[in-house]
């Protein structure tokens, strides 16, 4: 895949549906992305998290489009598409008929039940060791039509039902999935929240040895269909490196939070130590459809002893400047208080992180691209939106704060704005230079960053004060060297 | 105890504080009651389970007053006040002790953790046999100070935490607080939540033959220190009776249900079918501070092939009809959407429950008075008062719709109301006549009712038809005998 800026946008909330979205892409936004990562468009795309508890995960939702429309929208960019790995809905055909008929169904030993998980029972020890998202057990009651009580595996929320990824059945409807996306000519699959999906009694039942093994095997079902895996952990900066050595892509999650220590907190130690550590094979990101990753930079949550990319001060300091830089309503989004489903991370657009200075925003943005990888640019960041506090208090979820619904007439009017307009510049300057297709020599100290790309002659280096905000670029055009402020790339 | 009619009401709610209730009780309300149970008033008395969650289960909050205005309360009428037995607060000194200190606390071995429970692990089956008041598994991890991390048995919300009543710890807790109640003059004890107290491994562990030992002791120890004991247990009806044969008195809680069946689906047979088998040793009531029990006259919730008082068409028909004659007010207040903590019962006001019908009403009153058994009246329904939306709005929590917070204007304004002038006739009415000492005959069928007492040559007949409302009550007087329609009592 050409190591173009990418987008990753709902269906329905920039463009309206599917064709819309094509739409958009074909001219407003013409030229300007390789790639689009789609977030889920199956039935319905509305549930209770937002696409990611699909009842069919083999169709779309008509109220989107058809598998037509993903097939053309895959004739022009690179699709990306989400695969949902861990868990179906508790509305799915195929959990309603395990309720209907239990052990008669045919389904019966795809959903992930306690005793399945733990045949001879569990004990605290074991219960505690497990390493969840969110606070409490993750089981949840379930009634047969027979009266039978179960208890099912619930990573997530009571309404998404975890499957046993290790029964025959599960493993049929995971490649029957599979092979539909493929079929419409998607080039890159995203295994959602694929660190949870093997649960091994004793074990934190998180990217263990086994989920390895698992990754490894939808991998290899991928890869018959000529798609490429990227794999979705939000974890330990230590073990992400582990699993960037082991699968096709992962995400640099801990790039947003190091980026805003560094514009926050004016200094780029810690960015310039995990520059010189990070795995290359990544999609970079300052913002994505969830809220700002803590758990990324972190100490070891399954050892604290382990420190992380930022200490506990740092981070808590961190935290506190994103809430005052947005005048406080990423408090408002953030926490138990706004049903989050993580409670480790910050839910805020990235331009009211960042207290909506437009300099700044674009050096995020600069420091992103600049960084190894494939870049991805969120649709709310691409048009430097602000926190959507009445969409918040519509739905009380607080990442919706971060998931507005634009309007054309919003689109249209935000891309006549300076930082947008800046912004769709460096993105064709990151598009086009030849040296980006070379090698990056990072350096800095305190508050100072260099980051230089060069292949052959060609050459583009960002030198940047993260106290002051301040950002020149260099490059080589037609055989000269030219200089200018980041927002006065031609 | 005197079979007179009490009244049961939170000390804040009715009069402000403590003196202030005792001020009610001795002018506006001078003789109608001859027992009053205050809800806990203990520090705090607003936690999140309205009192029943207190910090110190010792200490009076000052906000309401002191045990001296417990005393003084005591002695001017039988008084029942809640001993919690099942749990503390996760706020208690206690508990706090024991997180900071963990076994090196002088608490530890008092709370109930998952390996305290079950030292050998649990079984899926094991843990879908607990008998439970709502979904999802009773168990919280905390995390203590020196990071381990516990999981602890939390039977009600996550901020009550069971304590383990086999422990010497939580036996001389539990004595130390009956006693500190017993000094203030209090006359009886209400056991909250005592059925779900003792957890047996493999067992529904609600209301278990050692759930009956345990009460025996707490008996016991409330009798050596001259105080009654009331259990309060919502169970399938013939488990009550049981129930009733081995403790002090119990509440009849299935009354409430089939009175309003009677009134709303104008058919007495199960009330009548429920005054032939249930205990006499009973409060009998029909508004509490708690929601309308369904569980109370359904099915056997651990074995459905057992039928309740009511099929489960009727039970259905009459969860609609209450909503229907609430305009729709309960609805708000119950199930899932409004954070109950019992998923089985309705909140509405009983005056709503009988769309606000004053005859009706005051018929549903005369049934309650004329069963045997001690008459306990709740503050909301004294008043007649309505659904408090703008509580439940404000609290989210759906039994606040039956918790109104009532001004002395408030209340001198109710007071003047014909329904609830014809009440406290009612009860005057209930206190002073004789025939009440003596036995009850309860005789009809479809919707006829007549209940008559006699007691040597007095009589107090109530001759009602649950179709039209219409009641008439003929009683012995100065050696003749009157009959007035039940609102045109002296």
């Given amino acids: 895949m050409a190591d173009r800026v990418e987008l990753i946008t709902y269906a329905d909330r920039l463009g309206g549906d599917l064709p819309g979205l094509a739409h958009l892409l074909a001219t407003r936004f013409a030229g300007l992305f390789g790639g689009v990562h789609v977030l889920p468009f199956f039935r319905p795309f509305d549930g209770a998290d937002a696409g990611f508890d699909p009842a069919d995960h083999t169709e779309v939702d008509a109220r989107l489009g058809t598998w037509d429309d993903i097939a053309a929208l895959a004739q022009a960019h690179d699709l990306t598409v989400d695969v949902i790995v861990n868990h179906v809905s508790s509305s799915s055909p195929q959990f309603l ?186 999609i970079t990101v300052l913002d994505t459809h969830d809220g700002i990753g803590v758990v990324d930079v972190g100490a070891d949550g399954t050892d604290r002893s382990r420190p992380g990319l930022l200490g506990p001060d740092q981070l808590d300091a961190l935290v506190e400047s994103i809430h005052d830089a947005s005048g406080g309503t990423s408090r408002l989004a953030t926490g138990a208080a706004a049903s989050n489903v993580d409670l480790y991370q910050v839910n805020c657009t990235f331009y009211d992180a960042l207290g909506r200075s437009d300099d700044r925003y674009l050096l995020a943005r600069a420091l992103q691209f600049w960084t190894p990888g494939t870049p991805q640019v969120y649709y709310v960041g691409l048009l430097a939106g602000t926190n959507d506090i009445e969409l918040l208090n519509r739905t009380t979820v607080g990442r919706d704060v971060n998931r507005h619904h634009y309007t054309s007439a919003e689109i249209d009017e935000s891309l006549t704005r300076p930082v947008v307009q800046a912004l769709l510049r460096l993105i064709r300057f990151r598009n086009a230079h030849p040296a980006f297709g070379g090698d990056c020599v990072v350096d800095g100290g305190g508050s100072a960053v260099t980051m230089t790309w060069t292949s052959g002659a060609d050459l583009a280096r960002l030198e940047a004060d993260v106290a002051t905000g301040a950002a020149t670029v260099t490059w080589t055009a037609d055989g000269t060297q030219l200089t200018a402020p980041l927002d006065g790339l031609p």
Same sequence: chains 1, 2.
């Avoid at 497990?130 to 179960?150: C, E, I, V």
């Avoid at 907190?265 to 795995?279: C, E, F, Q, S, V």
């Fill in 97 to 282: 008929d395990w309720l209907a008929h239990g052990s008669d169904s045919e389904w019966d030993g795809m959903f992930l039940t306690f005793a399945g998980a733990f045949p001879d029972g569990a004990t605290e020890d074991v219960l505690m060791r497990l390493y969840r998202p969110r606070p409490g057990l993750p089981f949840t009651p379930y009634t047969l039509a027979d009266g039978t009580k179960r208890l099912l595996w619930t990573t997530f929320t009571s309404q998404q039902v975890d499957i046993d990824v290790r029964h025959p059945t599960t493993r049929a409807y995971l490649r029957g999935v599979i092979a539909r996306i493929a079929a419409a000519g998607v080039r890159r699959v995203r295994l959602d929240a694929v660190g949870y999906a093997v649960k091994t009694p004793g074990l934190t039942s998180f990217m263990t040895a086994e989920t390895f093994r698992f990754i490894d095997d939808v991998t290899a079902w991928c890869h018959e269909q000529d798609l490429e895996v990227l794999v979705e952990v939000h974890s330990y900066y230590r073990r992400q490196i582990e699993i960037a050595r082991q699968v096709d892509r992962v995400y640099d999650f801990a790039l947003p939070p190091l980026v805003l220590h560094a514009l926050l907190a004016h200094d780029a130690d810690p960015l310039l130590a995990w520059m010189a550590i990070r795995p290359t094979n990544a």
